[in-house]
C-alpha cells in the first residue's frame, strides 16, 4: 500500500500542470461518458491547490479509479495526449507488480503421453502468455498459461520459456527443459509408473548466524508438474510453496527440522529432513566464557523468565510462544561454567518472573556445583511470582532496578547491599503484597562490588583477555568530510553497548551561498540492524537513545542528526554507509543532493568476528540444549566492573594490573534507569505492569561521550 501510494503521488505530481495535465487527461477521458467528469468535479479538483498537501491531479485519479478505470483505459488516454514521462513511469510501474507465481517445471515422459507446461503469474488484468520453444515461438497455445504437449513425441524435445505480457512490457519465466523417457513398451497407458515422481535435488542442513538468510532446496521431476508445501518442525509453512525455501533474516525461532512435501495428482514423496542450528547466541556465550576472568562473575539480566523445580530459565527474545527449557538459558548451568573458572565471587542479579512454566515438564539436571563459599543469587521478586515494572511515557522502569542502581556502587557487602535494595522496594506502596527481593547467599567474605580486582598473576591469557575486551570496545575515530560544494561535515562516534553505535552527523562549514543543508546516512550494510523511522534524527531520544550522554556532545546551537545502529556483532565485512548531503542555494527551489561513500573498519565488538565458524569447537563444550538455544537480544553487551569512572584501559596497554569482573548481560528495554526515579515517584500510583516486554536496552549510570579520539568506555 505504501509503495502504491507512492506512485501515485508521483504520477500525479507529472500531471499537475497547467499544458500537459490532468485537465487533459480528464478531457481525454470524456471518450468513455463513465469516466467524464462534471463542471463541478473539476472546480473541485482544481481548489486542491489551495490545500498544501493537496494535488488536483491525486484526486481525479481517485475518482478515475473509484468509477473503474483501469492501468488500461489510462496509458490510453496518456498516449492520446502524448504524455510520453507518464507513459514510462506507468508502463515501468506495471511491470514491477507482475510477479510469477508458478514457474514451469522440467519434465521427462514416454512417447505418446500427456506434457503440461505450466506458467502463472500475478498482477494488474490483461495478462496474456506465450510460449517459446528454443527461440521459435509455440502458436498453437494462444495466450493460454498452459501450454500442452500430447501426444509427446520427438519433436517435442527442448527447452521451453514463457513469456507474460502487458501492453509492451514482459517479463520471462525460467527455463523448462521436456525430455522424452525411452523405454519398452511405452504408451499412455504408462504415463505415471511408480517412479513417475522423483525428487533429484534433497534440502541440505545448515549452521546459520542470526540475520543469515537461510535458503533450503527441494527439486523434483514428475508428470503433472509437482507441487511443493515445506514443514517446519512437522508444523505446515503456509506461505511456502515452491521448491526453493527462502527466510531473509533467520532468528532462532527458525531453527528445527524442515522437510519438503512433493505432490501431484497421482503422487506423493517427502524430501530428507534438513536440520537448521542457529549459532549466534551460543558463539556470544562461547566468546563470554573465553573472555571470563577467575577473579570475579557478575551476571546481570532483565527480561522474560520462569523457575521450574529450582532451576531459573532466562527467555531468549525471539523465543517461540510455548517456550521451553530447550529454547532458554539455564541459569544454573551457567554458575557450573563459572565455577570450572575458580571464580572468587559469583554473583547473579536476575530482574524476571519466576513463575512455573507450564509448557515445561522436562526436569533439567545441571552440572555438579562445587561447594564454595561465594555465591549470591539476587531475585527480583519470590517462587512463583512477577517482577513488575512502572510504564512513565515512553520509558518502562523494572522495579528491582530502579531501587539496584541507588545501592549498587556503594562500598558494603553484597548482601548488605541487597538487603538495602530490599528494604527499600518494602517500603514501595505499588509493589507491597506484590513483589518482594529474595536472596540467596553463602557469601562468607565481605566482598563487595567496588572492590578493585587483583588478579593472582600476569599470565599471557590474562594479556590475552585484556586484549580482546579492549578491542570489543574501540570506537572509529571521528572524521571530516569535504564535499565538491564546499560543505564540511563531521562525522562523530559513542558506543551505546559494545554491539551499539551512535553516529551523528553535523555540518561544520558552508558556502555563503548555500541557504540549508543537512548530512543524511544511508545504505548500510543489511547484517547490522536499522530502525529507519528513527535515523538521521534531531535528538538522541528521537533516534531511539535512551541513555544520558553528557560529555562533549556537539553545542544545541550546532544542528546534529543522530543515528543508532544495532546487531554490530553479526557484522562481517567493514561497516560501510552513505552521507547524503542535501542543501539548497539561496537563488535556487531545488534542492541538491552530494553522495559520498564512507567505510570505518570494524567498530566495537564487530572486530572480534563472533560469526566466524572457528568458534564451534569451542561450543561444542558446552552442556546441554538449553546453552545451545540462547539467543542474543540487541543490548547484549560484555559489562565490566572496575573503578567508578569505569573507564576501558587503552586495547595496547595489556599488562595493566588491574583486570575487569565479567558480566553478561542480557537486557531490555524496559529497564532503563531514570535519573529522575526517586523512592516518591515510586511509592506514588504509577501504572504497573508484570515485567514481560522483550529484551531492549540496559543503561548503566556511567558517562558516555563522542569520540573525537580512539575513546575506549566500559558498558
Not at 527458525?254 to 506423493?268: A, D, S, T
Not at 575458580?342 to 539436571?365: E, H, S, Y
Not at 531545488?590 to 565458524?613: A, C, D, F, W
Request: hydrophobic content about 35%; overall charge neutral.
Amino acid at each position: 500500500m505504501k509503495e502504491k501510494n507512492k506512485g501515485m503521488n508521483k504520477l500525479s505530481k507529472m500531471l499537475d500542470n497547467s499544458s500537459c495535465g490532468w485537465r487533459q487527461l480528464a478531457n481525454a477521458a470524456t471518450e468513455h461518458p463513465q469516466f467524464r467528469c462534471s463542471e463541478k468535479e473539476l472546480t473541485s479538483c482544481s481548489i486542491q491547490v489551495m490545500d498544501a498537501a493537496g494535488s488536483p491531479s491525486r484526486t481525479l485519479l481517485a475518482w478515475l479509479a473509484d468509477r473503474g478505470c483501469s492501468i488500461d483505459f489510462l496509458q490510453h488516454y496518456l498516449r492520446k495526449m502524448d504524455h510520453q514521462k507518464a507513459l514510462q513511469f506507468l508502463a515501468t510501474a506495471v511491470l514491477e507488480q507482475i510477479k510469477i507465481t508458478v514457474q514451469p517445471q522440467s519434465q521427462q515422459a514416454p512417447l505418446g503421453s500427456r506434457v503440461v507446461l505450466t506458467c502463472r503469474a500475478s498482477g494488474p488484468s490483461g495478462l496474456s502468455y506465450q510460449w517459446f520453444k528454443g527461440k521459435e515461438e509455440v502458436r498453437e497455445t494462444g495466450s493460454l498459461p498452459e501450454l500442452v504437449l500430447c501426444p509427446l513425441g520427438p519433436a517435442h524435445q527442448g527447452h521451453y520459456i514463457c513469456r507474460i505480457n502487458h501492453g509492451e512490457k514482459c517479463i520471462f519465466s525460467t527455463w523448462a527443459h521436456v525430455r522424452l523417457l525411452h523405454s519398452a513398451g511405452s504408451s499412455c497407458s504408462s504415463m505415471f509408473p511408480v517412479s513417475g515422481l522423483r525428487i533429484s535435488q534433497q534440502p541440505s542442513s545448515q549452521a546459520a548466524s542470526e540475520g543469515d538468510v537461510l535458503v533450503l532446496k527441494c527439486r523434483a521431476e514428475a508428470n503433472p508438474p509437482p507441487q511443493y508445501k515445506w514443514y517446519h518442525n512437522k508444523v505446515p509453512m503456509p506461505q511456502q510453496k515452491a521448491c526453493s525455501l527462502r527466510i531473509p533474516c533467520v532468528t532462532t525461532e527458525h531453527r528445527g527440522e524442515y522437510r519438503c512435501k512433493v505432490f501431484n495428482l497421482y503422487h506423493e514423496a517427502w524430501s530428507d529432513t534438513a536440520t537448521v542450528t542457529i549459532g549466534e547466541a551460543q558463539i556470544l556465550l562461547c566468546m563470554f566464557l573465553i573472555l571470563f576472568f577467575t577473579s570475579a562473575g557478575l551476571l546481570y539480566f532483565a527480561g522474560h523468565g520462569y523457575e521450574n523445580y529450582g532451576n531459573s530459565f532466562m527467555v531468549p527474545i525471539d523465543a517461540p510462544a510455548s517456550y521451553t527449557s530447550k529454547h532458554c538459558l539455564c541459569v544454573q548451568n551457567i554458575l557450573t561454567r563459572m565455577q570450572e573458572k575458580k571464580t572468587g565471587l559469583n554473583v547473579f542479579l536476575l530482574d524476571m518472573c519466576r513463575k512455573r512454566n507450564p509448557n515445561d515438564g522436562l526436569i533439567v539436571q545441571p552440572g555438579t556445583l562445587k561447594v564454595t563459599a561465594n555465591i549470591v543469587f539476587g531475585y527480583a521478586t519470590c517462587v512463583d511470582a512477577e517482577a513488575y515494572e512502572v510504564k512513565r511515557e515512553d520509558v518502562s522502569n523494572g522495579i528491582f532496578i530502579s531501587f539496584l542502581k541507588r545501592h549498587v556502587c556503594e562500598d558494603e557487602k553484597v548482601t548488605v547491599m541487597l538487603d538495602k535494595v530490599a528494604e527499600d522496594m518494602g517500603r514501595c506502596a505499588i509493589t507491597r503484597g506484590r513483589q518482594a527481593l529474595e536472596l540467596r547467599s553463602n557469601l562468607s567474605e565481605r566482598r563487595s562490588l567496588t572492590d578493585r580486582i587483583q588478579p593472582l598473576d600476569s599470565s599471557a591469557s590474562d594479556s590475552a583477555r585484556n586484549l580482546q575486551w579492549a578491542i570489543a570496545h574501540v570506537l572509529p575515530e571521528s572524521r571530516s568530510l569535504n564535499f565538491d560544494c564546499g560543505v564540511k561535515v563531521q562525522l562523530g562516534f559513542a558506543a551505546e553497548f559494545s554491539n551499539i553505535m551512535v553516529i551523528y552527523t553535523r555540518i561544520l562549514e558552508k558556502p555563503a551561498e548555500i541557504d540549508s543543508c543537512s548530512a543524511q546516512l544511508t545504505d548500510f550494510p543489511q547484517e547490522v540492524d536499522i530502525d529507519l523511522k528513527k535515523s538521521n534524527q534531531e535528538t538522541l531520544f528521537e533516534a531511539g537513545c535512551l541513555l544520558l550522554i553528557k560529555e562533549e556532545l556537539p553545542s544545541m546551537e550546532e544542528h546534529s542528526l543522530y543515528t543508532r545502529i544495532r546487531s554490530l556483532q553479526r557484522l562481517k565485512r567493514d561497516l560501510t554507509f552513505t552521507v547524503c548531503l542535501h542543501y539548497t542555494y539561496s537563488n535556487m527551489d531545488e534542492e541538491v543532493v552530494e553522495q559520498l561513500p564512507v567505510s570505518v573498519g570494524k567498530p566495537l565488538v564487530s572486530k572480534l568476528n563472533l560469526h566466524e565458524s572457528r568458534m564451534s569447537s569451542i561450543c561444542s563444550a558446552i552442556p546441554g540444549p538449553s546453552l545451545d538455544s540462547l539467543s542474543c537480544p540487541e543490548s547484549s553487551s560484555f559489562a565490566s566492573i572496575d573503578s567508578p569512572s569505569n573507564t576501558w584501559p587503552h586495547y595496547g596497554d595489556t599488562g595493566s594490573s588491574v583486570s575487569q569482573a565479567d558480566s553478561l548481560t542480557f537486557s531490555r528495554g524496559a529497564n532503563v534507569p531514570e535519573e529522575s526515579d526517586s523512592p516518591g515517584e515510586l511509592d506514588s500510583h504509577q501504572p504497573l505492569t508484570a515485567s514481560k516486554s522483550l529484551p531492549h536496552s540496559q543503561v548503566n549510570e556511567i558517562n558516555y561521550k563522542f569520540s573525537d579520539m580512539y575513546n575506549l568506555h566500559s558498558l
